[in-house]
């Protein structure tokens, strides 16, 4: 059975990059500041107005135990977030490189692992003419900055190589009083024998379940009477549990909670939501607080939506870039509807577009 789990304690930061020099993995911990992440080097020198915040190339290191990585063969590193461009080295071999600094990203480091690893990450928000954003109104703050996670798998599981995604879709369709769910699954490593459990269930009461093969990558069920999700009326949520099973044994899960609505965009009559006038209201926010800059903890996610739903918004731009999924999650379940944005913005760059592309599929 996989598993995944939170690897945010105990790293070493530096600024000098003469520490890993030539990717070197002498790491004298009397060197390092120790930090535990979410973590930006520019949490004060970005918010002090002089436009003279440090960007450049810095440095995250730490150790990981391979007898700690239990649950499956195959073990990922994942990073929620490293802005703006990243290197990942496992024992002084490149494991990834990325560049984006607001989107998940993961790389497997399992042929690279020994008993005992040294992880080293070069994370650089230096000035560049190919990576968004490079000119804007506000701080591109540099550090992993959210969560860093390992994942252990099975051979065969949900695919984990695709744009930093979950490995599976789900997308309602309303139609009349009913909703047609459907799911598109993503595997690797299928043996041919595997087969996937789709269970949809209205709080803890299932109201549709099916078992399929794995090679079938898509399945759909409707939902007779579904309950609509309708902004902050109503956010009503249901949820899709899959679990991908080799003869009884569990290789891998995914949950997606999902709504069910329909919209449109009138020029006369506004946004219109289930049928209903919906008019917009609400606010632009930035991942950002004062002193800790874009290194956002989950209650200070959650009390930005307490106070933007205290004033009576009902809607959210999110400027300029993706936020975490964690602030996704919360805004469907307290009825948000949300712009989202890539941080293509101020002036073109020649040589940006594929990364424009890049983080519109991440």
Request: charged residues 25%; hydrophobic residues 35%.
């Amino acid at each position: 059975m996989s598993n995944k789990f939170v690897w945010n304690d105990s790293w070493l930061f530096t600024k000098n990059a003469a520490f890993v020099k030539d990717n070197c993995q002498v790491l004298n911990e009397n060197e390092w500041e120790k930090v535990t992440l979410p973590h930006t080097w520019n949490g004060i020198d970005g918010q002090d107005g002089g436009n003279d915040y440090y960007r450049a190339t810095c440095y995250y290191a730490k150790k990981l135990n391979k007898a700690d990585c239990t649950g499956g063969s195959q073990v990922y590193i994942e990073f929620e977030g490293a802005n703006s461009s990243a290197d990942v080295y496992v024992n002084g071999r490149l494991a990834v490189h990325h560049d984006g600094g607001y989107s998940t990203f993961r790389a497997n480091i399992t042929a690279l692992l020994a008993e005992e690893n040294t992880i080293v990450v070069a994370v650089d928000n230096a000035p560049n003419d190919r990576v968004y954003p490079q000119t804007a109104d506000f701080t591109f703050y540099g550090g992993l900055y959210r969560n860093v996670n390992i994942i252990c798998v099975d051979d065969a599981h949900f695919d984990l190589d695709c744009f930093g995604g979950p490995g599976i879709r789900v997308t309602p369709v309303v139609e009349g009083k009913n909703a047609t769910v459907d799911v598109e699954s993503y595997f690797t490593g299928l043996s041919g024998s595997e087969n996937v459990t789709y269970t949809i269930k209205d709080g803890s009461t299932v109201i549709a379940e099916k078992i399929v093969a794995a090679s079938d990558c898509n399945t759909d069920f409707v939902i007779e009477n579904a309950h609509l999700w309708h902004g902050r009326k109503d956010p009503f949520l249901y949820t899709l549990e899959a679990t991908l099973i080799r003869d009884t044994t569990v290789l891998d899960q995914r949950t997606v909670r999902f709504g069910c609505r329909f919209f449109e965009i009138d020029p006369e009559r506004g946004f219109i939501l289930n049928g209903e006038e919906y008019p917009l209201r609400g606010v632009s926010r930035h991942q950002d607080r004062p002193e800790i800059g874009n290194a956002l903890l989950p209650e200070h996610h959650r009390e930005d939506l307490d106070l933007i739903a205290e004033t009576g918004s009902n809607t959210i731009r999110l400027a300029h870039y993706q936020h975490s999924q964690y602030f996704y999650d919360l805004c469907d379940e307290m009825g948000f509807v949300l712009w989202a944005e890539i941080p293509y913005i101020s002036h073109h760059m020649p040589n940006g577009r594929e990364n424009t592309i890049s983080q519109m599929k991440e």
